[in-house]
């Protein structure tokens, strides 16, 4: 059984290529288009990582991640921010919210697996 | 302004109890003054969620270019909230906001740039090209890949020359731009995305997710020459193109009338993209399988079936025209505990009939027997989890399986609270030629539901039975 | 292989004959509702109620609204259409077309994650949230109750595990539907086996009485609830129905358009107090229905708090 990684954004295109270069090394993704609909479909398995944009409708990121922060079953999955903003005080929070690693767009099929990489390992 | 608008934009903007000013926002959906809409707009700001969530709504009922207007400044807003709010009703008001956001594109702060691009690709085909086309050159990354991503969802054609470009002077762009070019579909650039497929294809040291893209592409703009291009590679593809390479064969295959090419080794993948149910890529891996015999094929078919319906509409005519298709499903219906079992119970019961109605004019064959009860216990399993449409089909397949044991069931059915369901049991059994069906409907004259009494009293007299007297 | 017919299944049942269509003996041959009568009727719903019956259920319709045709001894639909709308006996057929046009599915303790959050996390924080202004009575209000097992389930879950917990807790709990037969069913508070196959033993054993293949719940746990006759989609009915602390509305929004989901939370979201929670159905989202809400993540299941 692979490991279970949540991708969150609100575009599309993002979420297909990023899921692709997870699936490429035989991680199973789920997708969501925003922080409520990761949230809501959270129950539907266990997750080793969470890799979330920040700008997104109905729920951004950093509200996306202080509700997995405040919820016991999720409170120690490791979390990577996958966004266009590069200032300070955003890459700030995300050290608050406990956040690993804080990914810069564009990105790319390497930065992706190689900074997954640091939290889970290739599944069998 | 008449007072009422008066008093509830004062309510919005200073009443201390969040429900006030949630039900303030809501009264003002009604209303055009600019005072009314600016209170409205501002709203998006406040500490509560509730009374945001109303201001947006209202925001989105007032509509229009006024509604954008007041609402396009805060995309600039440093709140992340107030940001995303703004964005996404932008939006959602679509058109009438387009004049009020193409300033935004020239805005120095590339965030606020990236943003407004984004919302003009969302609002689709309607957006002049130009301004977007000419983000192609910007400074900043992030707003180049947005401009690229919005030009595919503006769907115009003009921005294809300007995306070729993009192509060749930036990699990372590269899946990005194969992306857009696939959605506006030019057939002026099926020779380009070929060309650069062939040598995507070729290369060694070629980006997966810029190669992806262009069987992407491929799949959309591409001609027949295409596809022994990639049947050709198929085999060298790393395991997680491959499903992208099948599909852009079918849909090239389906667009020209063209027989798909004879490929070994794709069942693996052909069953792994059925699994992502919704998607146009299990849809055309479907179509594909259908094509191919063994059990294997009709066992995957099987499976996936009952998640989407319109996976559905493909793997049921499929499904129907193979000749071990009732084994499959009973076994598929087997380890269903999901919410597909209730499709895969529909048509369970439609295979069964088909069968049956084949028995009658053909005669048994080898394997009926053992077929016929493992259905039942399936059919049975099924029961809890099935909706009352559901529950309909499955009474009339175990009945026509199995009427013994149907009627043992009938206990269990006659515990059914809802009276609908109780009535189409008395109707399944009215119609089949049993000398004991009288008894089971006369179970139902003193059934708590009048209509359930009433048809069973019509049916039994109908039959030539009258009800005992008391 | 053998040219007689077949007369049996395999399994030794008669068989149809399948090459006759099938006539039920005595029962009319079902009317057809028109394409555009079907329309009206269902914009008639929609307006009414918010339920929406999609093109593909209208069968369901015809078959269900066919059985009032038969009973009252009309002709065609737009004969029962015009009763529903102008005929003096309208008021009373309405009862029966409520019936006809909900669907009613609920069992007891059906959904044990919810269930659990109730039991666990959601009444014991409402209870510790107003120990400073001595309020002592939970208010729950279970909409589309339907025959009534979700709010006797929540009535025992109190019994059982909270009032020992919280002695001085008050629970209220309120039903509402639209269909008058599941009501009278809720308040009679007898069911069948089929409706209680999930409850926990400790709880069959304690709250019900049993004969005859049914089963009572007990006066000390129907007198926590009422029920009443509440439109979702009837504003005025809706701001009635205020101050809840819990709100269950599960697997009903189904039936709803997207206009008419948004509607009926925005008003669940003005009935419930500050610190309330709702929850909806299993398989069911407020994605794009309403972003008012803080979503609380539970094992298995998500609640939806008013902050």
Not at chain 2, 97 to 114: E, F, I, T
Request: proline share 5%; charged share 25%; aromatic share 8%.
């Amino acid at each position: 059984m692979g490991r279970l990684i949540m991708v969150v954004d609100d575009s599309a295109t993002v979420r297909k290529f990023v899921a692709a270069s997870l699936t490429m090394q035989g991680f199973t993704v789920v997708a969501a288009c925003d922080g409520m609909d990761a949230l809501e479909k959270l129950p539907s398995g266990t997750f080793d990582l969470v890799i979330t944009d920040l700008n997104m409708p109905n729920m951004d990121g950093f509200e996306f991640i202080r509700s997995l922060r405040e919820n016991p079953i999720t409170r120690d999955v490791p979390v990577i921010i996958l966004s266009s903003l590069g200032d300070l005080d955003s890459m700030a929070r995300g050290r608050e919210l406990g956040v690993q690693s804080y990914l810069m767009k564009p990105f790319s099929l390497e930065k992706i697996q190689y900074e997954v990489s640091k939290y889970i390992s290739w599944a069998d | 302004m008449n007072d009422e608008t008066r008093r509830n934009i004062a309510t919005l903007i200073t009443d201390e109890d969040s429900d006030e000013r949630r039900h303030a926002a809501e009264d003002l959906a009604s209303e055009r003054g600019l005072a009314a809409i600016a209170a409205l707009a501002a709203a998006i700001q406040d500490a509560n969620k509730g009374v945001r969530d109303t201001a947006c709504r209202s925001l989105l009922a007032i509509g229009g270019p006024e509604a954008a207007r007041a609402v396009v400044e805060y995309v600039a807003s440093r709140e992340i909230v107030t940001r995303n709010l703004a964005t996404d009703l932008l939006v959602k008001i679509g058109e009438p906001g387009v004049p009020a956001l193409l300033p935004y594109l020239s805005d120095v702060n590339h965030d606020v740039r990236k943003s407004v691009v984004d919302v003009l690709g969302l609002i689709g085909p309607s957006v002049p090209v130009v301004p977007v086309r000419d983000l192609l050159a910007d400074g900043d990354q992030n707003v180049v890949v947005s401009a690229v991503e919005a030009l595919g969802n503006m769907r115009n054609p003009d921005a294809v020359a300007a995306l070729e470009e993009a192509y060749a002077r930036h990699a990372w762009a590269r899946p990005a731009v194969a992306e857009a070019l696939g959605k506006i579909a030019a057939p002026a650039s099926a020779f380009f995305v070929r060309g650069r497929l062939a040598e995507a294809l070729a290369g060694a040291d070629v980006d997966p997710l810029a190669l992806l893209g262009l069987l992407e592409a491929a799949g959309a703009v591409c001609g027949t020459d295409a596809l022994p291009l990639i049947a050709g590679h198929y085999g060298a593809l790393p395991s997680g193109l491959r499903g992208a390479a099948l599909h852009a064969i079918v849909r090239i295959a389906v667009r020209y009338d063209s027989p798909l090419p004879p490929l070994a080794g794709v069942r693996e993948t052909l069953v792994a993209m059925l699994a992502d149910a919704g998607s146009e890529a299990a849809s055309s891996a479907a179509a594909w399988l259908k094509t191919l015999d063994g059990e294997d094929v009709t066992a995957a078919l099987a499976g996936a079936y009952g998640s989407s319906a319109e996976l559905d509409a493909v793997l049921g005519p499929a499904l129907r025209d193979r000749p071990d298709a009732l084994s499959c499903m009973v076994s598929a219906l087997e380890g269903d505990s999901g919410s597909g079992a209730r499709a895969k119970a529909a048509l369970l019961s439609q295979l069964v009939l088909a069968r049956i109605r084949s028995i009658m004019r053909r005669g048994r064959s080898a394997g009926d027997e053992g077929l016929i009860p493992r259905g039942f216990e399936a059919i049975a399993r099924a029961w809890d989890r099935a909706d009352q449409d559901t529950r309909s089909s499955l009474i009339d397949a175990m009945f026509r399986l199995d009427g013994d044991r149907a009627v043992q069931f009938l206990d269990a059915v006659m515990e059914q609270p809802d009276p609908w369901l109780r009535m189409h049991v008395i109707e399944v059994i009215a119609a089949i030629a049993d000398s004991r069906a009288p008894v089971y409907i006369a179970r139902f004259l003193d059934d708590e539901d009048e209509m359930v009494r009433e048809l069973a009293d019509n049916l039994l007299r109908a039959k030539g039975f009258v009800a005992d007297e008391p | 292989m053998s040219p007689e017919r077949e007369t049996h299944t395999p399994g030794g049942a008669p068989l149809v004959d399948f090459r006759q269509p099938i006539v039920v003996p005595g029962a009319a041959a079902g009317p057809k509702m028109t394409d555009d009568l079907f329309r009206e009727i269902r914009d008639f719903i929609y307006r009414l109620t918010g339920i929406y019956f999609q093109d593909s259920k209208k069968y369901l319709l015809e078959g269900r609204l066919g059985k009032r045709l038969q009973i009252l001894g009309m002709a065609d639909f737009a004969q029962y259409f015009q009763l529903l709308r102008y005929g003096n006996g309208r008021a009373e057929e309405m009862k029966s077309f409520y019936d006809a046009i909900t669907i009613n599915e609920t069992f007891f303790f059906r959904s044990e994650p919810q269930c659990e959050a109730f039991e666990k996390t959601l009444v014991p924080e409402i209870v510790a949230s107003r120990r400073t202004n001595g309020r002592s009575r939970l208010r729950v209000w279970s909409a589309a109750s339907s025959s009534g097992e979700e709010a006797y389930s929540l009535a025992m879950i109190y019994l059982e595990r909270l009032k020992p917990r919280f002695p001085a807790l008050e629970l209220e709990i309120v039903g509402t539907d639209i269909s008058p037969t599941v009501l009278e069913t809720a308040r009679r508070g007898v069911y069948r086996e089929y409706s209680v196959r999930n409850t926990p033993k400790p709880y069959m054993d304690r709250y019900f009485e049993s004969a005859d293949g049914r089963y009572a719940v007990r006066e000390d746990v129907r007198r926590l609830a009422r029920f009443e006759h509440v439109n979702l989609f009837d504003q005025r009915q809706m701001r009635q129905m205020m101050g809840f602390d819990i709100i269950f509305c599960c697997n009903v929004l189904i039936y709803f358009d997207m206009q008419s989901k948004i509607q009926v939370v925005s008003n669940l979201y003005d009935s419930l107090n500050k610190g309330g929670y709702l929850f909806i159905g299993y398989a069911e989202s407020l994605h794009g229905i309403s972003s008012a809400f803080k979503l609380i993540n539970f094992p298995k299941t998500v609640a939806y708090k008013k902050e």
